[in-house]
């Protein structure tokens, strides 16, 4: 199918990519609560909406907690994210003017899913106005470890009693044309009808 037979939803959802280089500009305040409500209508299990939405748009902030990452990618046990790390001028948020971290309620029945397909929406709704984002694992991968857990305390960076973060993305304008897609995988569906 050519893609512009396809509709606006199917085209943004196939025109998403994952963006990793920024222009400075901030998100536009209109745009940033338009994502944020595309998270909020997320499925959840049993509708619980476990989640919350925190928004770090605090430059030096964001600066000091990139730094802080790169360093477990650096100690990482995995040898492909510790050469990544290394490469010169390696950035985890790729100086994005935006992250945004999904916490979820720890006691909710599937925090990690419903705080995922919140971070997807926001992904889809975020491309949809022609604003670039990208997943950035290591913030979970940070906040996993003591010295992570200690270090947001110390940046001020609090999430609900009780949370924990599920998902973090980064968010802005991008500063590239966006990339070709990856090759996508064949074989992956098995239809009984
Ligand atoms: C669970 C998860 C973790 C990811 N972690 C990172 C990351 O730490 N840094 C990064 O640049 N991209 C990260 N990505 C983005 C993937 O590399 C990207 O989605 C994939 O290569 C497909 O490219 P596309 O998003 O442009 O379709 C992550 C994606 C997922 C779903």
């Known amino acids: 199918m050519n893609t512009s037979d ?3 939803t199917i085209q943004t959802i196939l025109g998403r990519r994952s963006v990793r280089a920024y222009k400075p500009d901030q998100l536009e305040a209109g745009a940033l609560e338009l994502i944020l409500e595309a998270g909020r209508y997320a499925p959840s299990a049993m509708n619980q909406q ?21 360093s477990v990618f650096m100690e990482s046990d995995i040898e492909a994210l510790r050469e990544v790390a290394l490469k010169d001028g390696f950035t985890v948020f790729y100086h994005a003017p935006a992250l945004i971290v999904v916490t979820g309620d ?9 705080c995922t397909l ?13 604003i670039g984002s990208c997943w950035v694992h290591s913030v979970m991968m940070f906040y996993a470890t003591e010295k992570g857990k200690g270090l947001f305390q110390e940046l001020g960076i609090v999430f609900p009693e009780g949370h924990k973060p599920f998902a973090a993305a980064v968010f802005g304008y991008s500063a590239a044309p966006l990339p070709e897609p990856g090759p996508r995988k064949s074989g992956d569906v098995t239809i009984m009808d």
Do not use: R
């Open 118 to 130: 919140a971070m997807q929406n926001m992904m889809l709704a975020a491309a949809s106005l022609d």
């Open 50 to 70: 476990p989640w919350h939405f925190t928004v770090i748009q605090n430059l030096p902030l964001l600066e000091k907690l990139d730094t802080s990452c790169k």
């Open 6 to 8: 396809m509709n606006e």
């Open 106 to 114: 720890s006691a909710a029945l599937a925090p990690q899913y419903d």
